[in-house]
């Protein structure tokens, strides 16, 4: 019996694309000391908050979209709100 030595991939590629959704970055907010990457989906208005300063490497939260744009000081209560709930021990929810 011959041995294939040749690595094969059975995945499926579409699970190996990159992430082809559109998305427009609104900025970073700075909210009590923290920064945040904030990014809009244009798909389906939602908001992803990256916690740029934050203890753990691409930890953040998303938020349910709609069709109304946010206000900047509504990202800042939504951020702080965030905020309030991570364990300071973790830096997790």
Known sequence: MDKDDEPT????????????????ELGRFTVDEETFLVRRRAEDG??????????????GFSVSGGSEPISREQHETTIRG????????????
Do not use: A, K
């Not at 991939?9 to 427009?24: A, G, I, N, V």
């Not at 939602?46 to 930890?59: A, C």
């Not at 965030?82 to 929810?93: A, C, H």
């Open 82 to 93: 965030f905020l309030t709930s991570i364990d300071p021990t973790t830096g997790f929810l």
């Open 46 to 59: 939602s908001h992803h908050y990256d916690w740029v300063s934050g203890p753990n490497d691409g930890y």
């Open 9 to 24: 991939d059975d995945s499926d590629s579409s699970m190996l694309r990159q992430d082809d959704e559109s998305y427009t």
